[in-house]
């Protein structure tokens, strides 16, 4: 299935594509594309709260923009690596048989996976700003985005690589 396919099949049955990646094999250069592709879209997703900021503040945009980049690219990939191992970590504690690879997965495809509610995120947070319709939506995200990665942890427990 194409990635869009996928994202919207993973608010149905995250197990199923969590299953289908996974069954793909152990390519860290995969999970790596997945990782930076949602830490792409949220940086986007972010533009609009930026503009709402500079504009709000008469600071200047670009800075706001660079020190996004910089946190959304750089450094957040390298604390989504260390939360999925930890989460690996935990698992093995409680006795599930899993790979780290399966952990990064599942982390990795629930980010790129709400995406599209990460947008919506930004979109309410830039033209609406904060009040409850930016907490509904980000409740919703939340939701989904803990549904599509406790089923992908569930399902790559259950998946040997």
């Known amino acids: 299935m194409s990635v869009t396919r996928d994202m919207m099949a993973s608010y149905r049955s ?3 594509v969590i299953g289908r990646l996974l069954a793909m094999g152990e390519r860290e250069d995969r999970a790596f ?6 830490c792409g879209v949220i940086f986007v997703s972010r533009w609009p709260a930026l503009a709402r900021e500079a504009h709000m ?6 800075p706001l923009l660079g020190a996004n980049l910089f946190a959304l690219m750089f450094v957040m990939p390298l604390l989504l690596m260390a939360l999925a191992f930890v989460s690996h970590l935990v698992l093995r504690a409680l006795g599930r048989k899993q790979s780290a ?3 990064r997965i599942a982390l ?7 995406g599209p509610l990460f947008l919506l995120v930004g979109l309410v947070e830039g033209f609406i700003g904060p009040g409850p319709e930016l907490s ?4 919703l995200w939340c939701a989904a985005f803990l549904w599509i990665w406790i ?7 259950k998946v040997s690589i």
């Open 108 to 114: 990795f495809w629930a980010m790129l996976a709400t």
């Open 33 to 38: 594309a997945i990782l930076i592709a949602a």
């Open 101 to 103: 690879y399966g952990a």
């Open 151 to 157: 089923s992908g942890l569930l399902e790559a427990g």
């Open 14 to 16: 995250p197990r199923a």
């Open 57 to 62: 503040t008469d600071a200047p945009l670009n």
């Open 136 to 139: 509904i939506v980000g409740a």
